[in-house]
Protein backbone atom coordinates (compact mmCIF):
# COMPACT_ATOMS: atom_id res chain seq x y z
CA UNK A 1 0.00 0.00 0.00
CA UNK A 2 1.24 3.32 -1.00
CA UNK A 3 1.93 6.07 1.82
CA UNK A 4 0.74 8.86 2.18
CA UNK A 5 2.77 11.98 1.24
CA UNK A 6 2.07 13.98 4.72
CA UNK A 7 1.56 10.98 7.59
CA UNK A 8 -2.18 11.73 9.29
CA UNK A 9 -1.46 13.60 12.41
CA UNK A 10 -5.25 14.78 13.42
CA UNK A 11 -8.36 12.42 13.40
CA UNK A 12 -11.32 14.07 13.50
CA UNK A 13 -15.26 13.26 13.07
CA UNK A 14 -18.22 15.59 11.96
CA UNK A 15 -22.00 14.65 13.03
CA UNK A 16 -25.11 16.80 11.65
CA UNK A 17 -27.17 16.07 15.22
CA UNK A 18 -30.17 15.51 13.90
CA UNK A 19 -32.99 14.70 16.63
CA UNK A 20 -36.77 14.42 16.36
CA UNK A 21 -39.07 17.40 16.67
CA UNK A 22 -41.18 15.86 19.46
CA UNK A 23 -38.66 15.46 21.14
CA UNK A 24 -35.25 17.80 20.27
CA UNK A 25 -33.12 16.86 24.02
CA UNK A 26 -32.81 13.15 23.14
CA UNK A 27 -30.97 13.95 19.78
CA UNK A 28 -28.64 16.74 21.55
CA UNK A 29 -27.98 14.35 24.15
CA UNK A 30 -26.87 12.15 21.68
CA UNK A 31 -24.25 14.61 19.86
CA UNK A 32 -23.02 14.92 23.08
CA UNK A 33 -22.25 11.32 24.02
CA UNK A 34 -20.83 10.82 20.55
CA UNK A 35 -18.46 13.97 21.47
CA UNK A 36 -17.30 12.42 25.16
CA UNK A 37 -17.31 9.18 23.35
CA UNK A 38 -15.01 10.56 20.55
CA UNK A 39 -12.72 11.36 23.26
CA UNK A 40 -12.70 8.18 25.27
CA UNK A 41 -11.66 6.70 21.91
CA UNK A 42 -8.80 8.91 21.24
CA UNK A 43 -10.14 11.56 18.31
CA UNK A 44 -8.36 14.65 18.31
CA UNK A 45 -11.24 16.65 17.17
CA UNK A 46 -15.03 16.38 17.14
CA UNK A 47 -16.75 18.79 14.77
CA UNK A 48 -20.68 19.68 14.77
CA UNK A 49 -22.91 21.23 11.34
CA UNK A 50 -24.89 23.82 11.43
CA UNK A 51 -28.55 23.47 10.32
CA UNK A 52 -31.28 26.98 10.56
CA UNK A 53 -35.11 25.97 10.24
CA UNK A 54 -34.48 22.26 10.06
CA UNK A 55 -34.27 19.30 12.69
CA UNK A 56 -29.98 19.64 13.28
CA UNK A 57 -27.93 21.64 15.40
CA UNK A 58 -29.06 25.79 15.07
CA UNK A 59 -26.76 26.90 17.59
CA UNK A 60 -23.24 25.36 17.60
CA UNK A 61 -21.64 27.55 20.12
CA UNK A 62 -24.05 26.81 22.74
CA UNK A 63 -23.89 22.70 22.30
CA UNK A 64 -20.23 22.88 22.18
CA UNK A 65 -19.95 25.07 25.39
CA UNK A 66 -22.20 21.90 27.11
CA UNK A 67 -19.54 19.44 25.02
CA UNK A 68 -16.44 22.06 26.78
CA UNK A 69 -17.83 20.76 30.23
CA UNK A 70 -18.19 17.12 29.75
CA UNK A 71 -14.67 16.83 28.04
CA UNK A 72 -10.97 18.25 28.31
CA UNK A 73 -9.16 17.14 25.72
CA UNK A 74 -10.76 16.82 22.67
CA UNK A 75 -10.80 19.45 20.21
CA UNK A 76 -14.16 21.07 19.29
CA UNK A 77 -15.42 22.42 15.60
CA UNK A 78 -17.82 24.25 13.37
CA UNK A 79 -18.31 22.59 9.96
CA UNK A 80 -19.49 25.02 9.45
CA UNK A 81 -21.08 28.19 10.48
CA UNK A 82 -22.73 30.52 7.50
CA UNK A 83 -22.12 34.00 8.53
CA UNK A 84 -25.42 35.18 6.44
CA UNK A 85 -27.74 33.78 9.42
CA UNK A 86 -25.08 36.07 12.13
CA UNK A 87 -23.89 39.29 13.40
CA UNK A 88 -20.30 39.14 12.93
CA UNK A 89 -19.82 40.85 16.65
CA UNK A 90 -22.54 38.98 18.39
CA UNK A 91 -20.73 35.44 16.99
CA UNK A 92 -17.13 36.68 17.87
CA UNK A 93 -18.60 37.37 21.57
CA UNK A 94 -19.95 33.35 21.58
CA UNK A 95 -16.83 31.82 19.68
CA UNK A 96 -14.58 33.59 22.25
CA UNK A 97 -16.45 32.54 25.63
CA UNK A 98 -17.07 29.01 23.98
CA UNK A 99 -13.04 29.19 23.24
CA UNK A 100 -12.53 29.95 26.93
CA UNK A 101 -14.72 27.78 28.89
CA UNK A 102 -12.81 24.77 26.87
CA UNK A 103 -9.76 25.93 27.88
CA UNK A 104 -8.67 26.90 24.06
CA UNK A 105 -9.95 24.13 22.34
CA UNK A 106 -12.19 25.55 20.11
CA UNK A 107 -12.11 25.22 15.75
CA UNK A 108 -14.29 28.12 14.58
CA UNK A 109 -15.32 26.78 11.09
CA UNK A 110 -17.68 29.34 8.98
CA UNK A 111 -18.66 30.06 5.23
CA UNK A 112 -20.21 32.85 3.27
CA UNK A 113 -23.00 33.21 0.59
CA UNK A 114 -27.08 34.22 1.53
CA UNK A 115 -28.72 32.07 3.80
CA UNK A 116 -30.65 29.24 2.48
CA UNK A 117 -33.94 29.88 0.79
CA UNK A 118 -33.57 33.63 1.33
CA UNK A 119 -36.18 35.24 -0.43
CA UNK A 120 -38.76 32.89 2.23
CA UNK A 121 -36.47 34.31 5.32
CA UNK A 122 -35.43 37.37 4.66
CA UNK A 123 -38.11 39.28 6.39
CA UNK A 124 -37.60 37.27 9.26
CA UNK A 125 -34.37 37.26 9.47
CA UNK A 126 -33.48 41.08 8.28
CA UNK A 127 -36.82 42.91 8.30
CA UNK A 128 -35.01 46.29 7.60
CA UNK A 129 -31.83 45.64 5.38
CA UNK A 130 -33.08 42.39 3.41
CA UNK A 131 -31.57 44.34 0.20
CA UNK A 132 -28.87 45.76 1.55
CA UNK A 133 -27.15 42.77 3.53
CA UNK A 134 -23.29 42.13 2.20
CA UNK A 135 -22.81 38.04 2.61
CA UNK A 136 -19.92 38.11 0.80
CA UNK A 137 -16.08 38.12 2.17
CA UNK A 138 -15.97 40.84 3.83
CA UNK A 139 -18.03 39.24 6.34
CA UNK A 140 -15.61 36.93 7.14
CA UNK A 141 -13.25 39.56 7.67
CA UNK A 142 -15.27 41.31 10.34
CA UNK A 143 -15.59 37.97 12.07
CA UNK A 144 -11.92 37.54 11.95
CA UNK A 145 -10.72 41.31 13.32
CA UNK A 146 -13.70 41.11 16.40
CA UNK A 147 -11.50 37.63 17.08
CA UNK A 148 -8.29 38.42 16.76
CA UNK A 149 -8.73 41.78 19.12
CA UNK A 150 -9.01 44.68 16.63
CA UNK A 151 -11.11 47.28 18.20
CA UNK A 152 -15.12 47.31 17.68
CA UNK A 153 -15.80 50.62 18.82
CA UNK A 154 -13.31 53.60 19.09
CA UNK A 155 -14.82 54.36 22.78
CA UNK A 156 -13.19 52.40 25.88
CA UNK A 157 -12.78 53.53 29.57
CA UNK A 158 -15.59 54.28 32.50
CA UNK A 159 -18.79 55.20 32.51
CA UNK A 160 -20.44 56.15 36.02
CA UNK A 161 -19.85 52.72 37.53
CA UNK A 162 -19.12 50.60 34.59
CA UNK A 163 -16.11 49.39 32.87
CA UNK A 164 -16.30 49.32 28.74
CA UNK A 165 -13.81 48.01 26.56
CA UNK A 166 -12.61 49.08 22.69
CA UNK A 167 -12.88 45.27 21.33
CA UNK A 168 -14.98 41.94 22.04
CA UNK A 169 -14.73 40.53 25.29
CA UNK A 170 -14.17 38.28 26.31
CA UNK A 171 -10.88 38.13 24.13
CA UNK A 172 -9.37 34.43 23.37
CA UNK A 173 -5.98 34.85 22.40
CA UNK A 174 -5.57 31.97 20.82
CA UNK A 175 -8.27 31.75 18.67
CA UNK A 176 -7.58 33.90 15.87
CA UNK A 177 -5.24 31.21 14.99
CA UNK A 178 -7.96 28.38 14.90
CA UNK A 179 -10.19 30.21 12.54
CA UNK A 180 -11.40 27.92 9.77
CA UNK A 181 -13.08 28.71 6.23
CA UNK A 182 -15.71 26.08 4.61
CA UNK A 183 -14.46 26.57 0.79
CA UNK A 184 -15.18 24.23 -2.32
CA UNK A 185 -13.98 26.74 -4.81
CA UNK A 186 -11.05 28.27 -6.10
CA UNK A 187 -11.53 31.64 -5.16
CA UNK A 188 -12.39 30.39 -1.75
CA UNK A 189 -9.45 28.71 -0.83
CA UNK A 190 -7.13 31.71 -2.01
CA UNK A 191 -9.08 34.18 0.01
CA UNK A 192 -9.09 32.26 3.26
CA UNK A 193 -5.18 31.89 2.47
CA UNK A 194 -4.39 35.57 1.95
CA UNK A 195 -6.33 36.03 5.52
CA UNK A 196 -4.62 33.44 7.35
CA UNK A 197 -7.35 31.24 7.86
CA UNK A 198 -7.39 27.61 8.30
CA UNK A 199 -8.79 25.80 5.27
CA UNK A 200 -11.94 23.47 5.43
CA UNK A 201 -12.17 21.29 2.26
CA UNK A 202 -15.48 18.84 2.21
CA UNK A 203 -17.01 16.16 0.49
CA UNK A 204 -18.39 18.85 -2.07
CA UNK A 205 -16.67 21.17 -4.45
CA UNK A 206 -17.06 22.94 -7.60
CA UNK A 207 -16.43 21.52 -10.69
CA UNK A 208 -14.34 24.84 -12.20
CA UNK A 209 -11.34 23.10 -14.24
CA UNK A 210 -12.22 19.31 -13.81
CA UNK A 211 -14.64 16.88 -13.19
CA UNK A 212 -12.64 14.78 -11.67
CA UNK A 213 -13.45 15.55 -7.38
CA UNK A 214 -10.00 14.47 -5.71
CA UNK A 215 -8.15 16.79 -8.86
CA UNK A 216 -10.57 19.69 -8.28
CA UNK A 217 -9.82 19.11 -4.24
CA UNK A 218 -6.25 19.31 -5.01
CA UNK A 219 -6.50 21.79 -6.96
CA UNK A 220 -8.20 24.13 -3.77
CA UNK A 221 -5.57 23.01 -1.40
CA UNK A 222 -2.51 23.82 -3.38
CA UNK A 223 -4.38 27.02 -4.57
CA UNK A 224 -4.90 27.93 -0.30
CA UNK A 225 -1.05 26.89 0.32
CA UNK A 226 0.22 28.86 -2.34
CA UNK A 227 -1.43 32.37 -1.12
CA UNK A 228 -1.39 31.46 2.56
CA UNK A 229 1.66 32.94 4.52
CA UNK A 230 2.52 29.58 6.14
CA UNK A 231 2.59 28.11 2.83
CA UNK A 232 3.04 24.06 2.87
CA UNK A 233 2.46 24.43 6.73
CA UNK A 234 -1.11 26.19 6.27
CA UNK A 235 -3.52 23.96 8.05
CA UNK A 236 -5.71 21.95 5.51
CA UNK A 237 -8.58 19.76 7.02
CA UNK A 238 -10.13 16.93 4.66
CA UNK A 239 -13.52 15.85 5.00
CA UNK A 240 -14.95 13.11 3.27
CA UNK A 241 -18.00 10.57 4.13
CA UNK A 242 -16.18 7.15 5.74
CA UNK A 243 -17.94 4.38 6.73
CA UNK A 244 -16.25 1.15 7.96
CA UNK A 245 -17.44 -2.11 8.25
CA UNK A 246 -15.21 -4.09 10.49
CA UNK A 247 -17.28 -4.24 13.56
CA UNK A 248 -20.61 -3.82 11.94
CA UNK A 249 -23.54 -6.31 11.80
CA UNK A 250 -25.04 -7.98 8.44
CA UNK A 251 -28.02 -5.69 8.99
CA UNK A 252 -25.49 -2.44 9.49
CA UNK A 253 -23.70 -3.55 6.47
CA UNK A 254 -26.73 -3.75 4.53
CA UNK A 255 -27.89 -0.37 5.66
CA UNK A 256 -24.88 1.47 5.07
CA UNK A 257 -24.72 0.09 1.30
CA UNK A 258 -28.18 0.78 0.53
CA UNK A 259 -27.29 4.52 1.78
CA UNK A 260 -24.12 4.74 -0.50
CA UNK A 261 -25.85 3.55 -3.55
CA UNK A 262 -28.93 6.20 -3.04
CA UNK A 263 -26.20 8.70 -3.10
CA UNK A 264 -23.79 7.49 -5.67
CA UNK A 265 -25.64 8.66 -8.95
CA UNK A 266 -24.85 12.20 -7.59
CA UNK A 267 -21.06 11.95 -7.99
CA UNK A 268 -21.07 11.01 -10.90
CA UNK A 269 -21.21 14.78 -12.66
CA UNK A 270 -21.47 17.86 -12.00
CA UNK A 271 -24.80 18.86 -10.16
CA UNK A 272 -27.01 22.07 -10.64
CA UNK A 273 -26.01 25.79 -12.44
CA UNK A 274 -22.99 26.29 -9.65
CA UNK A 275 -21.60 22.75 -11.31
CA UNK A 276 -21.45 20.75 -7.65
CA UNK A 277 -19.30 17.65 -7.43
CA UNK A 278 -20.06 15.04 -4.60
CA UNK A 279 -17.47 12.66 -3.15
CA UNK A 280 -18.75 9.02 -3.32
CA UNK A 281 -18.88 7.42 0.29
CA UNK A 282 -16.64 5.15 1.52
CA UNK A 283 -18.13 1.72 2.36
CA UNK A 284 -16.26 -1.28 3.74
CA UNK A 285 -13.62 -2.80 5.57
CA UNK A 286 -11.09 -0.10 7.25
CA UNK A 287 -8.33 -1.45 5.06
CA UNK A 288 -10.28 -1.17 1.99
CA UNK A 289 -10.98 2.39 2.80
CA UNK A 290 -7.09 3.04 3.83
CA UNK A 291 -6.47 1.63 0.48
CA UNK A 292 -8.10 3.98 -1.46
CA UNK A 293 -7.58 7.25 0.55
CA UNK A 294 -3.97 6.17 0.17
CA UNK A 295 -4.81 7.11 -3.40
CA UNK A 296 -6.99 9.71 -3.05
CA UNK A 297 -4.64 12.72 -4.28
CA UNK A 298 -5.96 15.33 -1.99
CA UNK A 299 -5.94 12.90 1.06
CA UNK A 300 -2.36 12.29 -0.25
CA UNK A 301 -1.83 16.41 0.59
CA UNK A 302 -3.08 16.77 4.32
CA UNK A 303 -2.00 15.41 7.26
CA UNK A 304 -5.69 16.07 9.36
CA UNK A 305 -9.28 14.50 8.63
CA UNK A 306 -12.77 14.85 9.43
CA UNK A 307 -14.81 12.09 8.84
CA UNK A 308 -18.48 12.71 8.32
CA UNK A 309 -20.90 10.89 9.90
CA UNK A 310 -23.76 9.99 7.63
CA UNK A 311 -26.83 11.82 8.07
CA UNK A 312 -29.57 9.38 8.96
CA UNK A 313 -28.39 6.92 10.73
CA UNK A 314 -28.94 5.61 15.13
CA UNK A 315 -27.19 6.47 17.76
CA UNK A 316 -25.57 2.62 17.76
CA UNK A 317 -24.77 2.88 14.30
CA UNK A 318 -22.29 6.07 15.22
CA UNK A 319 -21.16 4.12 18.04
CA UNK A 320 -19.70 1.36 15.55
CA UNK A 321 -18.30 3.81 12.94
CA UNK A 322 -16.73 5.61 15.59
CA UNK A 323 -15.12 2.99 17.27
CA UNK A 324 -14.29 1.20 13.70
CA UNK A 325 -12.74 5.08 12.68
CA UNK A 326 -10.56 5.17 15.74
CA UNK A 327 -9.51 1.60 16.64
CA UNK A 328 -9.55 0.32 12.87
CA UNK A 329 -9.39 3.05 9.86
CA UNK A 330 -6.46 5.54 11.86
CA UNK A 331 -4.17 2.85 12.41
CA UNK A 332 -4.59 1.78 8.73
CA UNK A 333 -3.51 5.64 7.90
CA UNK A 334 -0.83 5.15 9.98
CA UNK A 335 -2.30 7.43 12.20
CA UNK A 336 -0.73 7.50 16.10
CA UNK A 337 -3.44 7.60 19.05
CA UNK A 338 -3.95 10.94 20.44
CA UNK A 339 -2.02 11.18 24.08
Known sequence: MPLTSRPLRKLGFLTIGLFDEADPRRGHESTLELI?????????????????????????????????QRTSRIELGTAVIPLGWENPLRLAEDLATVDILSGGRLNAG????????????????????????????????????????????????TEGFETFSDRVQPHSPGLGGRMWYGGGSLRSARWAGEHGMNFLTSSV??????????????????????????????????????????SASPEQRAKY??????????????????????????????????????????????????FALPFT???????????????????????????
Open 205 to 246: VKAEESEDFAAIQLSHIRAFRAHHPDGERARVSQGLVVIPTD
Open 110 to 157: VSVGPPMHYERVKDALYPDTADHEDFGYERVRRLLDFVRGEPATDFSG
Open 257 to 306: EAYARARAPRTATPQGPARMMFAPDLVGTSAAIAERLHSHAAFREVDEVA
Open 36 to 68: ELGERLGFDSAWVRHRHLQYGISSPTAVLAAAS
Open 313 to 339: FEHEDYVQILTDIATELGPALGRRPAA
